[in-house]
């Protein structure tokens, strides 16, 4: 995840988004890793959802990346409501 994150930051060429990917990416690791062990699934899900995102870049359809990148975004939330965790509260920087 954060492989793929950094790779579209630092193909967009865009300095805040590079600046603002870091943290983003520290946030989004450690939820996963507090979902991951209730959800064996997850890991593929992410996956595919990372597949959808980057073939509609490569084929420049900015609108199909919108909408899996919402979808994948909403996607985390369920994951967090399947595995019992509340997305209000504190996760730890460190997995």
Request: charge should be positive; charged fraction near 20%.
């Given at each position: 995840?954060?492989a ?6 630092e193909a967009t060429?865009?300095?805040a ?10 946030l989004m690791r450690?939820g996963y890793a507090a ?5 064996p699934q997850s890991g ?5 959802a990372?597949?959808h ?8 359809v900015?609108?199909?990346a919108?909408a ?9 939330r ?6 019992g965790?509340?997305?209000d509260s504190?996760?730890?920087?460190t997995?």
């Amino acid at each position: 995840t954060i492989a793929f994150q950094s790779l579209v930051a630092e193909a967009t060429h865009n300095p805040a988004l590079l600046l603002a990917r870091a943290p983003v990416s520290l946030l989004m690791r450690a939820g996963y890793a507090a979902i991951a062990p209730a959800l064996p699934q997850s890991g593929a899900r992410l996956l595919e959802a990372h597949r959808h995102v980057l073939d509609a870049l490569v084929r420049r359809v900015a609108d199909t990346a919108v909408a899996w990148t919402r979808r994948h975004l909403a996607d985390h939330r369920r994951g967090f409501e399947a595995a019992g965790l509340n997305m209000d509260s504190p996760i730890s920087a460190t997995p």
